[in-house]
């Protein structure tokens, strides 16, 4: 199932970075495919995520910044991150104050490009190492 | 000694115990940065420790506010008053009259030694050193003996030792056993001090530590006393979850502390393969999963295919 | 010139027979600070103290009158005076006090102890 699979990548990311609490993938258009959030309520987040994205995009393509790359908010209790997957999808990664942001900088970029293929191409394994 | 690095060595700290004692001989200020799992930096001043960054042990900022000491609303005001000033904001949370200034320097002694139990009990594999005068939010004036930390960190490891059953690893999910929900129910206070209400299978001891404010090591006991108690589970050096009702492999998790012939593990954060999964967060699988395309045309965004979870039955 | 802990501390250090002074953190038994005479087995006693303390705690439980206050072990040579200071963030510290038996009683260092508590952490 590729519901497995994009499941056992989300976890895979939170397990590799310290501090990820919760992470979600969505569609452009607000809809949640998978969540892994705990209590967060998904379709929320998925509306609100993908309307982030869209609007970041949009920022750094205004001020001539070239492709966005990563969007994140540090609030006192933790942060939030979105990053685009292909054009078709949004991975929404919920960390706390200890998340190790650096790391998620790394690993985000393998799990995203997995996370898309997972969606757009035939089924594939999720990654192994 | 303005650069300098240090490869992999033994013991519980690796590295990291040679590097602070050179540090200290040099009275070196700078950044000491960590690389391993917890990696982090420690801020030196004169040889002595101010401040330590690890994502496996709470800052002094996480400390105040997630216990409720300093509100986030009063914390922001002092931060925004200190930047703006250009002053410590340690001074102004005392100014302020929202610490003290003994308790101040309690928390981040406290939080200092927590951070070093953090690298003790995870792996250092090298540690580099860059002079300079680094800017931390809250440092420690003056800074900690290093060896005092370094020997509380030992101490911190010998006491977790002595306590039956596995090593608990730090990046270990905490799950309540069954008697659990009898104790809550019973008992208005836990007898954990609110720790049994937090636990709910996703959050790994380091986890806790931040959502509680309290540093590992006193969450790692506090897990130890409640493991001992029956009241949770944590899965084992080996990956096999006790309780596990639907047989899945799950996946190994790194033990800590040295091997039976006294070598450091190597430590990986990454796990040996994914794990194999069952639902994620305790709700029945949707019936329908939309997946999207994106159109050939590069036109917006719309579902393409709407499938029916028989229809992916073969994927 | 030392910080307002460290300060705090010597002027409880400055009574009459005291030995040595610590601040305990009870959650891990951590000295966080110490000064006077070092004292090779205050490391071991600061972790039995604070186990002490949290396991009194326990059995008091939440009181009318108020929660532990203080604890007094009677040694051959000395007095040891631990005073809970504060409750959040944590389980609080302890004040802890090495007095000479032969040079202040234990009403005494008790009284003085709890003069100086309230200023260790402000």
Not at chain 2, 65 to 74: E, H, I, N, Q
Not at chain 2, 225 to 244: E, F, K
Not at chain 3, 23 to 39: C, H, K, Q, T, W
Not at chain 3, 49 to 67: I, K, T, W
Request: charged share 25%; proline share 6%; aromatic share 4%.
């Amino acid at each position: 199932m590729t519901e497995d699979a994009l499941l056992a990548e989300m976890r895979a990311l939170q397990d590799n970075v310290p501090g990820i609490t919760g992470t979600a993938v969505a569609s452009r258009d607000g809809l949640i495919v998978r969540a892994d959030t705990g209590g967060v309520d998904p379709d929320n987040l998925a509306a609100i995520a993908a309307t982030w994205l869209a609007l970041t995009q949009r920022m750094s393509r205004e001020v001539g910044q070239g492709t966005l790359r990563e969007a994140m908010t540090r609030s006192t209790g933790g942060y939030v991150a979105v990053y685009a997957i292909g054009a078709s999808a949004v991975l929404v990664v919920i960390g706390d104050e200890g998340l190790d942001v650096t790391r998620l900088h790394r690993e985000s970029t393998a799990t995203r490009e997995v996370i898309e293929a997972l969606l757009s191409g035939p089924p594939v394994s999720a990654r192994t190492a | 000694m303005s650069a300098r690095s240090w490869g992999p060595a033994d013991g519980p700290l690796g590295p990291l115990d040679q590097a602070l004692r050179d540090c200290a001989a040099a009275r070196f200020s700078g950044e000491l940065h960590v690389i391993g799992a917890p990696g982090g930096m420690i801020c030196l001043a004169d040889g002595a420790v101010s401040a330590i960054e690890t994502p496996w042990s709470p800052s002094p900022e996480v400390i105040l506010l997630r216990s409720g000491r300093v509100t986030s609303a009063d914390w922001e005001a002092a931060f925004t008053a200190a930047t703006v000033a250009r002053g410590r904001l340690s001074d102004e949370l005392v100014t302020r009259g929202l610490v003290g200034a003994g308790e101040l320097e309690a928390v981040l002694r406290t939080a200092l030694a927590d951070a070093m139990f953090a690298f003790a009990a995870g792996f250092v594999d090298t540690c580099r050193a860059e002079a300079g005068t680094p800017d931390f939010e809250m440092p420690l004036t003056p800074g900690a003996e290093a060896d005092g930390l370094v020997a509380e960190a030992l101490r911190r490891m010998e006491v977790l030792a002595d306590f039956p059953g596995p090593p608990l690893h730090a990046r270990a999910r905490v799950t309540a056993a069954p008697r659990a929900a009898a104790r809550r129910e019973t008992t208005p206070d836990d007898g954990h001090d609110g720790a049994l209400a937090l636990i709910d299978g996703r959050r790994t001891i380091r986890d806790l530590a931040f959502a509680r404010g309290r540093g590992l090591y006193v969450t790692t006991l506090e897990v130890a006393r409640m493991r001992g108690n029956g009241l949770i589970a944590v899965p084992a050096a080996d990956g096999q979850h006790p309780g596990d009702e639907d047989g899945d492999p799950q996946r190994k998790a790194a033990a800590v502390g040295p091997t039976a012939a006294g070598l450091p593990r190597r430590h990986k954060d990454r796990p040996a393969q994914p794990k194999r999964t069952g639902d994620a967060d305790g709700r029945s699988l949707p019936a329908v999963l939309r997946l999207l395309r994106p159109r050939a045309d590069g036109g917006p965004q719309a579902p393409r295919t709407v499938l029916t979870s028989n229809e992916l039955g073969g994927m | 010139m030392g910080t307002s802990l460290q300060e705090a501390l010597h002027q409880v250090l400055a009574a009459e027979g005291v030995r040595t002074v610590a601040l305990i953190d009870i959650a891990s038994g951590m000295v966080v600070r110490f000064v006077g005479e070092p004292n090779p087995g205050l490391a071991t006693a600061a972790v039995s103290l604070a186990d002490e303390a949290r396991a009194a705690r326990g059995l008091l439980g939440p009181r009318p009158g108020g929660d532990l206050e203080e604890i007094a072990a009677v040694t051959d040579s000395g007095l040891h005076l631990s005073r809970v200071l504060l409750d959040k963030p944590g389980e609080g510290f302890l004040l802890f006090v090495d007095v000479d038996r032969a040079r202040a009683n234990i009403a005494l260092a008790s009284l003085r102890v709890g003069q100086f508590a309230p200023a260790v952490l402000a």
